[in-house]
Nanobody, 124 residues
Framework: QVQLVESGGGLVQAGGSLRLSCAAS????????LGWFRQAPGKERDIVAA????????YYADSVKGRFTISRDNSENMVYLQMNSLNPEDTAVYHC?????????????????WGQGTQVTVSS
């Protein structure tokens, strides 16, 4: 069973950057697709980006295309989200999630393993 722990959140000014990390435990990590989701207060938990088991296929929400980059290192059991040109609308709790299908899907119901989340706050 894979377990996920996020880190790297914090407070940043608009226009700044953050790099989120998600450390995974479990020998089957490399078989899973990984996704980053975010949830702002009073809103749904929405997909930000996803990456297939091999890293060869990625998906990005329109709101972050060109600003965020998802990557993974299967040798280190890590997945990352590089976030550039942050704006206050990016403020949310960011969750890492794993999908056993291995497919980089935007469907949150395909993800059956979730981390606790890390807070990202962007000030104007």
């Amino acid at each position: 069973q894979v377990q996920l722990v996020e880190s790297g959140g914090g407070l940043v000014q608009a226009g700044g950057s953050l790099r989120l990390s998600c450390a995974a435990s479990g020998r089957t990590f490399r078989r899973y697709a990984l996704g980053w989701f975010r949830q702002a207060p009073g809103k749904e938990r929405d997909i930000v980006a996803a990456i297939s088991w091999s890293g060869g296929i990625t998906y990005y929400a329109d709101s972050v295309k060109g600003r965020f980059t998802i990557s993974r290192d299967n040798s280190e059991n890590m997945v990352y989200l590089q976030m550039n040109s942050l704006n206050p609308e990016d403020t949310a709790v960011y969750h890492c999630a794993a999908a056993a299908s291995g497919v980089a899907t935007q469907d949150r119901y395909e993800y059956n393993i979730w981390g606790q989340g890390t807070q990202v706050t962007v000030s104007s």
